[in-house]
Each structure stands twice: as C-alpha cells, then as structure tokens.
Nanobody, 121 residues
Framework: QVQLAESGGGSVQAGGSLRLSCVAS????????MGWFRQGPGKEREGVAV???????YYTDSVKGRFTVSRDNAKNTVYLQMNSLKSEDTAMYYC???????????????WGQGTQVTVSS
C-alpha cells in the first residue's frame, strides 16, 4: 500500500503562483507514474499533469505553458508548480499514483486526500 500526502494549496489572486507537493510513503511498480488531477465546482475530475518515473511529462491543454510537473525520485515526491493562475484553475487538486502514465487513465491505484486551490479574479 502507498500513502500520498499533499501540501501547498491555498488562495491566490489571478496571475499568482502556487506550488503543490505530494510525498509518497514508498515506491512501488504500480505507483511509478505520479501526477495531479483536479475537480472544480460542478465539474468532473480531470487529469492535469502526469510524470513518469523517467521524467516524461503529460499536460492537459489548458495548463500547458503555465504548470510544470516534476519529481524527486530519491524523496518519492512529485511537485506541481502553477504559474499565471486563472479563476478556472480553482479546484480540489488530488495527487495520484498509477502504473499507467496517462491523463485519462481510470487505473489510479492510489489517491491523496486533496488540497484546495482557490484563485480569485
């Protein structure tokens, strides 16, 4: 079993930045891909950014050029640097770990509890 613990959410004005962190309790083969999903008010959960163990990254179109996902394998930690935040980025952000490196995967093996990001215009 793998536990994921997120931190770094909060409230920020449009145009601002936040950095999310997620620490995994251990590495397993079925958690080799890590990433961030979000669910905004009245919306379905969507994949935001995913990173493979080797560093390959995937982003949803709406965040390309603004968000950067990275990881430190030695610390079992994944980060999401969010710049130029918009009100539509307001959502609960969930850290996820899976063996399938896809924004659209339904095979999420582990979820974090979520951290709220609120962007005011």
């Amino acid at each position: 079993q793998v536990q994921l613990a997120e931190s770094g959410g909060g409230s920020v004005q449009a145009g601002g930045s936040l950095r999310l962190s997620c620490v995994a309790s251990r590495y397993t083969h079925d958690s080799r891909c890590m990433g961030w999903f979000r669910q905004g008010p009245g919306k379905e959960r969507e994949g935001v950014a995913v990173i493979g163990y080797g560093g390959t990254t995937y982003y949803t179109d709406s965040v390309k050029g603004r968000f950067t996902v990275s990881r430190d394998n030695a610390k079992n930690t994944v980060y999401l640097q969010m710049n130029s935040l918009k009100s539509e980025d307001t959502a609960m952000y969930y850290c996820a770990a899976t063996g399938d490196c896809s924004l659209y995967t339904r095979q999420i093996n582990y979820w974090g509890q979520g951290t709220q990001v609120t962007v005011s215009s």
